[in-house]
């Protein structure tokens, strides 16, 4: 069946796969992402394709710009179905030089910015019974990182939250899990890469058993699984999709 969705961060790296992967599956996507031009390519490409897409642009920080953007997706698709929250802020910074001021940031984007989203939506899924809400987390939150506290903190805060969402709305017919990544090849990891905080791909690829990065499709295709009828007995989960590096 067709629902709305809605993926944060949904405009490049592990958001765009997830988004591609739910219009595979005929749903209406709402790509929300800080970035509104970027926002409007990943939804005009997705319509290229068949898929129905709409860009709306929000600071996940911001909770009056969550509520309009969500409602801009309301408008043109209708109540919405799936929410997949993939927007998110890193940094490597050794405890010791962390400020006060990364740390908020990392926390209101990774951690209450998940919060905005998740309180936002739900309110559509409780009415029509059936819902998927899906959080994007990290490795981190669940073993640590070196020089990554404040990352690390954020993504273990929604690993908590979405298992205790899952308690909450599992009788109402709403479905809450999360997704760690380790290491996929995105932009943001690449980046990464070339500021010299992480070591080539094929350092990492070594610390991975199955002996390659993830990609977005093994993120986006576990996503949409997790957002299918078939899933409806699958909540408050943490899938790790990370070739076997956390176990």
């Known amino acids: 069946m067709s629902r709305v969705a809605v993926v944060t961060g949904g405009a490049s790296g592990l958001g765009l796969s997830i988004c591609e992967h ?10 929300l992402d800080l970035e509104i031009g ?10 290229a394709k068949g898929a129905e897409a709409v860009a709306v642009a929000a600071d996940v920080s ?21 929410l997949v929250t993939s927007a998110g802020v890193s940094g490597f910074v050794p405890f010791q ?19 905005h989203c998740v309180q936002s939506a739900i309110p559509d899924m409780v009415e029509a019974g059936w819902g998927r809400v899906v959080t994007i987390s990290s490795a981190a939150g669940q073993t640590g990182a070196l020089r990554q506290v404040h990352y690390s903190a954020s993504k273990g805060g929604v690993i908590a939250m979405t298992k205790t969402l899952a308690l909450e709305y599992a009788a109402k017919g709403i479905t809450v899990n999360t997704i760690p990544p380790f290491t996929a090849d995105t932009p943001l990891m690449r980046s990464m890469q070339e500021s010299k905080y992480l070591p080539p791909a094929e350092v990492l690829a070594r610390m ?23 899933a409806g007995y699958v909540t408050g989960q943490v899938i790790g999709v990370n070739g076997g590096a956390v176990t």
Do not use: Q, Y
Not at 22 to 31: D, K, M, Q, S
Not at 38 to 47: G, I
Not at 97 to 113: F, H, K, P, S
């Open 97 to 115: 030089e962390l400020t006060a001021e990364v740390w908020a940031r990392t926390l209101a984007v990774n951690l209450t910015g998940t919060f």
């Open 62 to 82: 911001d909770r009056e710009a969550v509520d309009k953007a969500l409602d801009e997706v309301r408008s043109a698709f209708g109540p919405l179905g799936i």
């Open 208 to 230: 991975v058993p199955a002996g390659r990065l993830g990609t977005g499709d093994d993120i986006g295709a576990m996503c949409a699984f997790l957002c299918s009828d078939e």
């Open 38 to 47: 970027a926002a409007e390519k990943a939804a005009a490409d997705l319509r």
């Open 22 to 31: 739910l219009a595979r599956n005929g749903h209406r996507v709402g790509v």
